[in-house]
DNA sequence: ATACAACTTAACAATTTCGTAATCCCCAAA
DNA sequence: TTTGGGGATTACGAAATTGTTAAGTTGTAT
């Protein structure tokens, strides 16, 4: 939902970010786009902060306060001018600002941004067809069957799993497995994607030579 | 690396900037600017406008014709009266103006975010039609295909990709590809080239004899 | 103490990726 | 037409990276 009081910004936005799959409800201003928000309950606000009717700062704080949009994402647009509104708006629990004028090109990169990340969340329980993976006990679930991994494992397994198809670099799993002070030798690695293979006799694990592994279900 | 005539005010940003962790190195003018860009190779300059020596803009102008300075963020400091410079700015590259006088928690907050957003919009995937980089998942999608390519195939690709149409020089190509240490042969670029062409049986890349290459969709 | 699981490492095998040389091609200038 | 300067191809051995196995180490429950 874009929230503005000039008409051009809400096309603008609007345009902008439907070219780009996105879903776009507006609102003219604060009292406006409370009214919709119920409604249409949005994921993300793109809120304006100089607006008659209740200005952004205002309504970002009754947006807060209502539990049921904790998980809405809250972005100001600032003009040059409101300086101190775009800490205090940070304070205020937004989550970003974008400066005006708008550039368009920035302005998705940001939208996109938010979006991925609140969709990194890391729940404890990531789930495949056939396989799941939960963080909490400490156990995958592979076809029906409970495996029980080691630790280092099962890290490993499940830093992986956290998000399938993106290749970590040897180092990066070194220092989210291991830990930065740690130093193992590089076969170590090996060694373990070996018994995680064999345990879970099926290969969710694909090599990229030079570079690291990935998840791949 | 700060750029600005007036030393109270190298002096406040540095000290703020220190006091929240950055490195920060200073210059007095663009001419002094840009000799010294080329030894600390700076993430961000913050370039004030209205300099003896070579103006901001110009120092801006220069600093992006060069490639080796294209991940630099560029922050311009503008007085409050310098409205059309702030504009003229930004299409010449620079990623945000911080208005003076300046104000502390604004600047750190400015520059904060500057960083966050190289970080983070790093966009990892180059996308054309039919034709999808992945950095993040070292894979080609062409044509619906996954296609994937050794680690140095990959990375030539996507540099060539990463600035559609630009030609990079052999030399160029080396350097990133390969770093400055290792030397290799110069036919050795040819034979990664034809195997990309080959994976791909497409010609995305095309040869300027006796200059380099280039991405052309 | 003993046994055992988890973790590392070493050593060697198996692959994959790289770099280069040799040769072929193409195109433009002479 | 010739000729020469790139560039394109190809094939192959060297180098780099992983896979695999087995043998230590360490810590812990029995």
């Not at 503005?4 to 609102?27: F, P, R, S, W």
Request: contains cysteine; hydrophobic residues 40%; negative net charge.
């Amino acid at each position: 939902m874009v929230v503005d009081d000039e008409k051009d910004i809400l096309q603008i936005v609007k345009y902008n970010l439907e070219l780009h799959g996105y879903e776009v409800e507006t609102a003219e201003n604060g009292v406006d786009a409370i009214t919709k928000l119920g409604i249409f309950k949005p994921d993300l606000v793109l809120l304006d902060i100089m607006m008659p009717h209740k200005d952004g700062i205002q309504t970002c704080i009754e947006i807060r306060a209502n539990p049921d949009f904790d998980d809405t994402i809250i972005i100001f647009l600032t003009a040059l001018s409101d300086e101190k509104s775009e800490i205090r708006g940070l304070e205020l629990g937004a989550d970003d600002y974008i400066a005006k004028p708008i550039k368009p090109k920035l302005l998705v990169s940001r939208v996109h941004s938010a979006f991925r990340r609140i969709t990194e969340d890391d729940s404890s329980v990531i789930i495949f067809p056939d396989l799941e993976i939960n963080r909490e006990k400490f156990l995958v679930v592979h076809k029906g069957k409970e495996v029980s991994l080691p630790r280092k494992e099962f890290e490993l397994f499940s830093l992986l799993a956290s998000k399938p198809g993106r290749v970590f670099l040897r180092n990066e799993i070194l220092d989210k497995v291991w830990g930065n002070e740690v130093i193992v030798g590089d076969r170590t690695i090996d060694v373990h994607v070996r018994k995680i293979r064999q345990k879970l006799n099926a290969d969710f694990i694909s090599t990229v030579k030079g570079v690291g592994y990935k998840f791949q279900n």
